[in-house]
């Protein structure tokens, strides 16, 4: 509960500790963010799917989607930059010509071998370690805090990638 203090409200202390517990994320993120790209040249992300991609050889877009917890548009964006940069082959499958296949080129296990594990791996890793009732109370902790805050529709990328679309909340009059 906000306290009074003078003619300012002040925040509550869980407030404190939540918006301490996003600093300190954004900041981790941040610096492995650039760790990332001063050691191998690519962002945190693009290790982070470079990473699943080469764990799952000739996999698709939609099981890199599944195993890195993000959709399927973000994760074919990373795709293709890292097919781009020539890190990724992508090739159609023989079996099913709608889907195409995906596997980490020589550069591209290179560029695995000179980053560190990226560091979403030790934070999807360290929630599932928590008993579940935990997992979904941050789950649906930060959704109704994003809700609140009038950034619920925001869509959502993966860490320090170039945007496509417009990042801009849709707030609602009133709110």
Known sequence: MPTK???????SSAAAIAMDGVRR???????SNLDSERRTGVTTAQLFVLKHIARCP???VSDVAGRTLTTQSTASEVVARLVERGLVSRVISESDRRR???SV???????????????????????????MLQQEAIA?????????????DVAPSMFFEPETGSV???KEKGK
């Open 105 to 131: 080129t020589e550069k591209g296990l290179s560029v695995l071998r000179a980053g560190s594990p990226p560091v979403q791996d030790e934070l999807i890793a360290a929630l599932s370690r928590l008993p």
């Open 25 to 31: 994320l954004v900041r981790l993120l941040r610096s």
């Open 58 to 60: 000739r996999c698709s």
């Open 5 to 11: 203090s003078g003619d300012c409200t002040e925040p």
């Open 100 to 102: 195409a296949t995906l």
């Open 140 to 152: 649906s902790g930060l959704a109704a805090w994003l809700d609140a805050a009038g950034f619920g």
């Open 168 to 170: 801009q909340p849709s």
